[in-house]
């Protein structure tokens, strides 16, 4: 152990990758995560370009790249098409990796909608372990839509996750938010929060050091602005993202999703740089 909750683990053709633990969950994920909305889902995205769902073989050698460059961790979700599903069928031995997955958000027929009983919830954890060909979940978060208080004080399906939990189904679970409010009771209230951070988005700082305070685990989605910080989309840049997210103490991971193996590599190459900087100047 490089200092506490860190770890780095060497992985196949010498590529190392910085792991941090999630919180007190006893689960290391690495400091880069696969997204995979593009792997099931082409309609009512936000990218800044249009894009074809990648076939069989192509997911095969983007998730055994994903495997080669050190990244132990993928976020999906039911509301990502059939994201879930090909993970399961493509991916070798589940076990080896680190999955995050989430309920309420459904997505059908080119549109979503929302379910957050306890009932929807219990279905959707037994639809995932199904699907990814699992015994157990890590990860399971509730996809927000954007009304989190009201999911927190009126739905079931938070208390449900932690009756899953107590039953052995899950590891570790708690939200997909979209308020600060709601990030903050659930980083006092759960395990993990996934919260947003970018160069153009910092509304979820103070859940980031709630969340550093209590040692609960912190995934960030959005990190790329859906592709926009790309300075060929007329953003800032990739580099500069990756240095303004990883600069924040408390950041466990960042999901970011690509198709595309050569931002693949180039993220993990740029997460690499970035994060032994931080680490030379003592964070
Ligand atoms: P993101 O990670 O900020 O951006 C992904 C986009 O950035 C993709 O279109 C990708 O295109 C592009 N990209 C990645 N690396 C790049 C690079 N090096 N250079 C240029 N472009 C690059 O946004 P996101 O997909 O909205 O979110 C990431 C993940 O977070 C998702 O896959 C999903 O798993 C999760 N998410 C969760 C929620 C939630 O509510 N829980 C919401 C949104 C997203 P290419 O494929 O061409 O590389």
Redesign the pocket.
């Known amino acids: 152990l490089a200092k506490a909750g860190i770890c780095r683990i060497a992985m196949a053709r010498g590529a190392t990758m910085e792991l941090r633990s999630l919180g007190a969950s006893g689960i290391y994920v690495s400091v880069l995560g ?5 792997l099931g889902r082409d309609q009512e ?5 249009g ?1 074809k769902i990648p076939d069989d073989a192509a997911v095969r050698d983007l998730l055994a790249l994903t495997r080669d460059l050190g990244i132990n961790f993928i ?3 039911p509301a ?1 098409g059939n994201s879930e599903e090909r993970l399961g069928q493509l991916i070798d031995n589940p076990n080896d990796w680190v999955i995050m997955t ?1 309920v309420g958000e459904i997505f059908e027929n080119g549109k979503s909608s929302f379910d957050f009983t306890a009932a929807h919830t219990r279905m959707s954890v037994e639809r995932s372990l199904t699907r990814l060909k699992r015994d157990s979940l890590d990860m399971v ?1 509730v ?2 839509d954007g009304n989190d208080m009201h999911i927190i004080e009126n739905e079931g399906a938070l208390p449900e996750l932690q009756k899953l939990k107590e039953e052995g189904l899950i590891r570790a679970y708690g939200m ?1 938010t ?1 308020t600060t409010e709601g990030g903050i009771w659930i980083v006092e209230n759960t395990d993990m929060v ?1 919260a947003t951070l ?1 160069l153009g988005d910092d509304h979820d700082l103070p859940v980031i050091a709630r969340a550093h305070e209590l040692n609960k685990g912190v995934v960030i ?7 926009h ?2 300075k ?2 007329g953003g800032a840049g ?1 580099e500069r993202s990756f240095e303004y997210i990883f600069s924040h103490a408390g950041v466990s991971s960042m ?6 193996p ?3 590599r ?2 993990v190459v ?1 997460t690499n740089r970035v994060i032994e900087d931080l680490h030379a100047k003592g964070q």
């Not at 995205?45 to 370009?49: D, E, F, I, S």
């Not at 989605?221 to 592709?227: A, F, N, P």
């Open positions: 696969l997204g995979t909305v593009k995205v936000k990218y800044p370009r894009f976020d999906t979700a990502y989430k978060l996809h927000s997909s979209k996934m970018n989605k959005k990190g790329l602005q859906s592709g910080a790309d060929s989309a990739v999901i970011v999703g690509t198709i595309n050569d931002h693949l180039e993220n740029v």
